[in-house]
Each structure stands twice: as structure tokens, then as C-alpha cells.
């Protein structure tokens, strides 16, 4: 039987208001679903494994084409902008991010120690690709909240066998705001449903569908499953865990606003911080002693090259 995520309890419900007007957009069904894979961890508090400072390292596998690391990229700087979280190519940090390709879209949740893999098949799909680095972050699926039977029934006599893991409810993890029906970690409604390929999602009728809102709730029926946008409680969520997203971006050290933005006096900048040890100038966010090496300078000027997008 395939086995779920065991790790430590973290950002599991993402903040929405479920009494809410549903949006009057078709969420894209992707056939294949996000699996998550076995993770040994005991559950915890939710912030027992998040990235320290926000600093998620991570490498991109050869065999991922530059269109998919450019797709991979874009959902990056999308949570940058929503919450205080930094992704920042690995140069020596122990634990960080591995993505791959693969044959179904799988991350573990939150910082496990080490290396962890993050795959991918369905690059085609920015939000798909913002659900498992949000994984990798330390969200839960929605559908795993302890209140999640107060909004919906979870039908296992529909689901296919071996698949279970992905509803199991995580009491030990913490979640944020009410339960959220599009939120872009809620599964849709046919879900691995047995209507359905293997292993997948379709669209399938009521009677088929593994997650069932409650008569209450049932104009949120076909709102579940949204991969078209981040929605408020999505953002709530992630900031309340990593705070805000800084007012500019890390290269312009001096904060000035002038047009160009980055210039020599950010060098400068970083430069000052750098010998005063100052934190900001870890830009690699590695934590072994020095924190602070030539690899911090290779970050920052990475950074100022890649300017302020």
C-alpha cells in the first residue's frame, strides 16, 4: 500500500473563508494527482520543521529541461512575493531541495534534514508546481485538516485502494483561518475517485467523488481543486508562518528607489554588512561556523545579477 507523509505537524489548513463567495472559476483537472511520499519524521508542532530564516536551498536535476527550471522559477517568485521565504540555488547547505522530474508530483512536507526530492510531471501547470514547493515549505493538503468533517465527507468506499494516505487527518499539525475550499492544497472532488484512471483525477459525477461537501457547503462542490490561482487564504496562511515578503528585493541593499535601483553602493552595502557579520549578509543561508564565506559574495552578486523582477 502506498504510504503518506508522516512528518512533523506543520501549516496544514491554509486561511479562507468558507462561507464565501465561490469564484466563478473551473479549476484545470490535472489526471495526475500529487502523491505524497513516505517521510519518517515524527509529527510535531508546525513550526518544528520549517526553513530557518525563510532560506530554502535547493538544485534542479540535468534532466530537467530550461523550459520546465524557468516554469520552476516562476511559481518561486511567486511565493517570494506573498510571504518571507527566499529559494536560493544550493552551494553547500546540508538540507535543501532537490527537483526532479518524475512520474507524479510529489514533495515531502516541509525541512526533513538532508536532501529531499521534489518531483514533477505536470511542469505544464504553475499551480501545480506552487502546491509541491508549497509541500516543501511545510503546508499539509487542506483535506488533512482535524475539521475537515465539518465541510466535506471524505468517501474512501470511492477511492482507489493504496491512496488513502493523502485524506489522512493530521491532528498534530496546525492550521490557519477556516477551512478553505480553493485553496490551491484542497484536492478536487474525484480525487483518485475509483471512476477515474489510476492513480488520477477526472471529471467525474457526484455519486463517484472521494470528497464530498457536506449539503451545507455544496455550492463549493466544484470549487474544490483550484490550480488557477493563489487565493487571500492561501497568502494569509503563508505569511502567517514566514511573515511578510521584504518590501525590495535582497540586491538592493541600501533600499534605495531611484532608477537604477541596484548600484555600486549596494555592493558597498553588502560589503559593510559583510564584516560587520551582519545576518542579511548570509545570503546563502548556510548555518555551519563561519556563516559567513565566499560563497555569501557569489550569492549576493547572483543576486544583484539577476537584479529586481
Given at each position: 500500500m502506498r504510504t503518506e507523509l508522516v512528518g512533523a505537524g506543520v501549516m496544514l489548513g491554509l486561511a479562507g473563508l468558507a462561507l464565501a463567495q465561490p469564484k466563478d472559476v473551473q479549476p484545470p483537472r490535472d489526471s495526475l494527482m500529487c502523491v505524497l511520499p513516505p517521510q519518517d519524521v515524527p509529527e510535531g508542532l508546525w513550526n518544528a520543521n520549517l526553513w530557518p530564516g525563510g532560506i530554502i536551498?535547493?538544485?534542479?536535476?540535468?534532466?530537467?529541461?530550461?523550459?520546465?527550471?524557468?516554469?520552476?522559477?516562476?511559481?518561486?517568485?511567486?511565493?517570494?512575493?506573498?510571504?518571507?521565504?527566499?529559494?536560493?540555488?544550493?552551494?553547500?547547505?546540508?538540507?535543501?531541495?532537490?527537483?526532479?522530474?518524475?512520474?507524479?508530483?510529489?514533495?515531502?512536507?516541509?525541512?526533513?534534514?538532508?536532501?529531499?526530492?521534489?518531483?514533477?510531471?505536470?511542469?505544464?501547470?504553475?499551480?501545480?508546481?506552487?502546491?509541491?514547493?508549497?509541500?516543501?515549505?511545510?503546508?499539509?493538503?487542506?483535506?488533512?485538516?482535524?475539521?475537515?468533517?465539518?465541510?466535506?465527507?471524505?468517501?474512501?468506499?470511492?477511492?482507489?485502494?493504496?491512496?488513502?494516505?493523502?485524506?489522512?487527518?493530521?491532528?498534530?499539525?496546525?492550521?490557519?483561518?477556516?477551512?478553505?475550499?480553493?485553496?490551491?492544497?484542497?484536492?478536487?472532488?474525484?480525487?483518485?475517485?475509483?471512476c477515474c484512471a489510476a492513480g488520477s483525477t477526472c471529471g467525474c459525477p457526484f455519486s463517484c467523488a472521494t470528497i464530498q461537501a457536506l449539503p451545507a457547503y455544496s455550492q463549493y462542490q466544484n470549487v474544490m481543486g483550484n490550480r488557477s490561482y493563489m487565493g487571500q487564504g492561501d497568502r494569509n496562511s503563508l505569511v502567517s508562518r514566514y511573515g511578510q515578503p521584504p518590501a525590495a528585493c535582497y540586491a538592493n541593499c541600501d533600499g534605495s528607489t531611484g532608477n537604477p535601483l541596484l548600484t555600486s553602493n549596494d555592493f558597498q552595502c553588502f560589503l559593510n554588512r559583510f564584516a560587520a557579520a551582519d545576518p542579511y549578509a548570509n545570503c546563502d543561508g548556510s548555518t555551519g561556523s563561519p556563516s559567513l564565506t565566499a560563497n555569501d559574495f557569489q550569492c549576493y552578486l547572483n543576486s544583484f545579477a539577476a537584479g529586481c523582477t
Open positions: 536551498p535547493y538544485t534542479v536535476d540535468a534532466a530537467v529541461t530550461q523550459q520546465n527550471r524557468d516554469r520552476l522559477r516562476a511559481a518561486m517568485d511567486e511565493l517570494e512575493s506573498v510571504c518571507g521565504v527566499r529559494f536560493v540555488p544550493r552551494t553547500n547547505q546540508t538540507n535543501y531541495v532537490n527537483v526532479r522530474n518524475g512520474t507524479s508530483n510529489s514533495s515531502s512536507v516541509g525541512m526533513i534534514g538532508g536532501q529531499q526530492t521534489l518531483t514533477m510531471v505536470s511542469w505544464h501547470v504553475h499551480y501545480i508546481i506552487v502546491h509541491e514547493l508549497m509541500h516543501a515549505m511545510g503546508v499539509w493538503h487542506e483535506q488533512q485538516r482535524a475539521d475537515r468533517d465539518q465541510y466535506v465527507f471524505i468517501n474512501f468506499a470511492n477511492m482507489q485502494s493504496g491512496y488513502e494516505g493523502n485524506f489522512t487527518i493530521r491532528p498534530n499539525a496546525s492550521p490557519h483561518g477556516p477551512f478553505d475550499f480553493e485553496s490551491v492544497m484542497m484536492y478536487d472532488d474525484c480525487s483518485f475517485s475509483l
